[in-house]
């Protein structure tokens, strides 16, 4: 099982980035898919998540519409593009599957429900 961030990077502040992440070694479509962000010495926090089939998107408050998830089951891959970028987003961000074969979507933003994690990529926004 593998979940490969990629696309982080350092970027002004007012910046943009777009994250990646590649899944294998699991059926991708039965899982939600989410982004979450850890802060050294701080608890890990959820940024986005996706819906399995309906696609639905969750975000924290904190994106203020300045962030968008998308997903390709056909890639198994998940997206997020972050516009508009602040130095308190600095952060590793990291994507994270969690199985979900139920109607609806989830929407979790609980890190001890997920069942896989990537690496995580960082990201540095300068003032």
């Known amino acids: 099982v593998q979940l490969i961030e990629s696309g982080g990077g350092l970027v002004q502040d007012g910046g943009s980035l777009s994250l990646s992440c590649a899944a294998s070694?699991?059926?991708?479509?039965?899982?939600?898919i989410s982004w979450f962000r850890q802060v050294p010495g701080e608890e890990r926090e959820g940024v986005s998540s996706i819906g399995v089939r309906d696609g639905t998107a969750y975000y924290a408050s904190f994106t203020k519409g300045r962030f968008t998830i998308s997903r390709d089951n056909a890639k198994a891959s998940v997206f997020l593009q972050m516009n508009r970028l602040e130095p308190e987003d600095t952060a590793v961000y990291y994507c994270?599957?969690?199985?979900?074969?139920?109607?609806?979507?989830?929407?979790?933003?609980?890190?001890?429900?997920?069942?896989?994690w990537g690496q995580g990529t960082q990201v540095t926004v300068s003032s």
């Open positions: 994270a599957a969690l199985k979900w074969t139920g109607y609806g979507s989830l929407g979790s933003f609980d890190p001890n429900q997920y069942n896989y």
């Open positions: 070694g699991f059926t991708f479509d039965d899982y939600e």
